[in-house]
């Protein structure tokens, strides 16, 4: 099959045909199937439930002198701290340790940044005139979303192999009202791109007009290779507190892709002067996280060496479906060269930019065939891709035969929609 | 001993010396003690750990079709939704089912209606010249710090045996700027006061000015008799929406003095509108709750039958220990005849009115004696008690021989500090 540029009107038309014939037996299956959502399968959940018998007596709950059952130890127990700064490579006074959820301590900064203000905020943010957010695009929906809840306008930069155009960031940030970026800076979502040492230190040493500027640092995938050696990287808040900025990024992560999903425990890092500012915030709302979950967490993590050993196991059950996703591309859509992907070795997700103008179409196509699929858009501010071409696919959560079967579903689709819209020219 | 009013100064003074004497020897021992928080002791603790070993297979958590390991089911799985409902007396629908702190969830209403309001609010609360907010007191500090955190002027309600002054009540919510109160209903933090049926209904039929008031319903110790039967208590929820008020009240409550306080889980119960309207706006800032730690409390806990029978054994360990804190009272303070305490079948406190302008000292010499008390004036908006007289007792997480020594200790604090009052006139 040669590349679609090259075909003729007629030959286009066959083609469609074709591929018409294959959707609509596809949709007769009646398939139910998703790569919507990063999402670990029952097979890696099921591979780390050994957590659910790691404590089992009360006295396994005390430890250090604190019984984690009951109140108090707001910013986390000692040794949760401990291990969340091994993992990260700062120190445990840098450390907050949280609920399940990252995205909550990310949101929770957003939203005290609103009402009270961050450390070095001349006010709090819903007394600005304006606040605008950096967004580097493709990027992480719910990132978005949460600074757009509190009013921000979001500002697409682009990225690039190296991560952010560090050069559209330099520019951006001289403008006041512009109060912090989005960062996945190893395996960013969903490119799977791992940030530059130059992108790093060109982020440490940024020089905002906005003395409160807050780089949102999630480095939800510092361990999540799938594919060859753990890559170390860099501690971002040193590097920021080297180049004179100690209060500027706050780092987030967690155990969702390391243990569950739903039930892991998650972390803040930033400068101890940020942590102090926070737990005493944090401390009109809450009296503890859990403690009994941090405890059953290092007990079964143990520490950065053993949590890249489950890594390894996440990867052997994470590898072959990002084969078959490869394969299925390779096979079927690069030969009628109207997309490019990535080949990531880590994070969950590989990024594809079909046709121009085609990607919402392809997805609703798939849609009708069965195949959940993130929408079209979700990746850009306000979920509106200019260029309506990015999609985002997440292999993780179906069995290999489904994913197969998915794959073929979505490559047909992103065929039939490149074809239509180029019958319509 | 006769009462202290009855007494000449030289009577006072060797009072004084007597218990100033018995103060010192306490004070020598450097005890410390503990009755500042409403924490569960270590036997309690123990009396529920078999909370941890419930859940105990990867396939023990599914439930539903839910694998409660992965994301996914923000409100809540359907089986604690059910939990709740029964416990509180509403619906499923009208519950959404939160981390380990209820405390975060009110903290969550508030901030969400700073800012971008209530399901009835005309605008966000920080768009509003101004904003106040009732507390009936004494009550729970933190209840009050969490709207003080958000700007509000804190207006101090009477506490009367039926539960708060409510033609106060009524008289201050015909101010537009009176945007919501606190309160403990059952068990009241630290009256140990039941709301009465008249109090109840004259709640559910206020007509506030503001259209977003909202009553903050923190029913934390719904269960919670350590002397006596349970006592059936009313829904709140069916009431307002009988009364035309569907929207007015948000009900929280939590396994905290249930199972673990650290580690329990917990629920807000409100109108099916205002459950659908947050649980979109808790969309933005999390996928979803610990759904294993509430599949290993519903398993344990299983229903409110069961819950009481283990409320029964919580009973058996907090009953002797009210006892200690009223037989020292009575033994030692009531022959002084000048302080009065409530004598509540439930919850976690015992408030005790001592002589006006004095309970700030008492307090000071009881740390200074090794006991730690929660601060004077912590029951009163602002950490300010205006006659300097409102102590809240915590006997719950010594042991007895412990709260003992504790209560002597106090109470001698108390009386020197009250003879203190009366020497200096």
Redesign the interface.
């Known amino acids: 099959m040669p590349a679609y540029y090259k075909l003729t009107k007629d030959e286009l038309q066959r083609e469609y045909e074709k591929e018409k014939l294959f959707f609509e037996q596809c949709k007769a299956q009646k398939l139910s199937l998703n790569m919507a959502?990063g999402?670990?399968s029952?097979k890696q959940?099921?591979t780390v439930?050994g957590l659910?018998?790691i404590?089992?007596?009360?006295e396994?709950?005390i430890v250090d002198g604190v019984?984690?059952?009951?109140?108090?130890e707001l910013a986390g127990i000692k040794c949760a701290r401990e291990y969340w700064a091994d993992m990260l490579g700062c120190k445990p006074e840098q450390t907050f340790v949280g609920?399940?959820?990252s995205?909550?301590l990310m949101?929770?900064v957003i939203?005290r940044a609103?009402?009270?203000g961050l450390l070095h905020s001349p006010r709090p943010w819903?007394r600005e005139e304006k606040i605008k957010f950096l967004c580097p695009s493709p990027g992480y929906d719910?990132h978005f979303?949460?600074a757009e809840?509190?009013g921000a306008e979001l500002i697409t930069v682009d990225m690039t192999w190296d991560g952010p155009n560090m050069d559209q960031v330099e520019q951006y940030v001289q403008d006041p009202q512009v109060k912090g970026i989005w960062c996945v800076p190893k395996y960013s979502n969903p490119d799977g791109i791992i940030y530059s040492e130059e992108t790093l230190a060109r982020f440490a040493n940024l020089k905002p007009a906005a003395p409160d500027f807050a780089i949102m640092w999630d480095n939800a995938y510092c361990v999540h290779e799938f594919r060859g050696e753990y890559k170390p990287f860099p501690d971002i808040i040193s590097m920021c507190e080297a180049a004179g900025n100690p209060d500027m990024v706050y780092e987030f992560a967690s155990t969702?892709k390391i243990t569950?999903?739903?039930?892991g425990i998650s972390v803040m890092a930033a400068s101890e002067a940020n942590i102090q500012h926070f737990t005493k915030l944090f401390s009109?709302?809450?009296?503890?996280?859990?403690?009994?979950?941090q405890l059953r967490h290092i007990r079964y993590l143990k520490d950065k060496a053993h949590t890249l050993e489950i890594m390894r196991r996440h990867a052997k059950i994470m590898a072959p479906k990002f084969r078959v996703v490869s394969e299925a591309l390779h096979r079927l859509i690069l030969p009628c060269g109207f997309a490019e992907w990535n080949e990531p070795k880590g994070g969950y997700f590989v990024s594809l930019n079909t046709m121009p103008g085609t990607a919402k179409r392809a997805l609703e196509l798939c849609k009708q065939a069965g195949v959940e699929m993130t929408p079209a858009g979700a990746t850009y501010p306000y979920g509106v891709d200019p260029r309506d071409r990015n999609i985002r696919i997440a292999p993780s959560l179906p069995p290999v035969e489904e994913l197969e079967k998915a794959m073929d579903v979505f490559c047909t689709c992103l065929k039939l929609a490149a074809l239509e819209h180029l019958l319509e020219q």
């Open positions: 959502r999402k670990p029952k959940l099921d439930s659910l018998t404590l089992t007596e009360a396994d709950c019984d984690t059952r009951n109140y108090g609920s399940v959820s995205l909550n949101f929770d939203s609103y009402t009270h819903c719910r979303r949460v809840f509190f969702s569950f999903a739903g039930s009109v709302q809450m009296i503890s996280n859990d403690k009994i979950n």
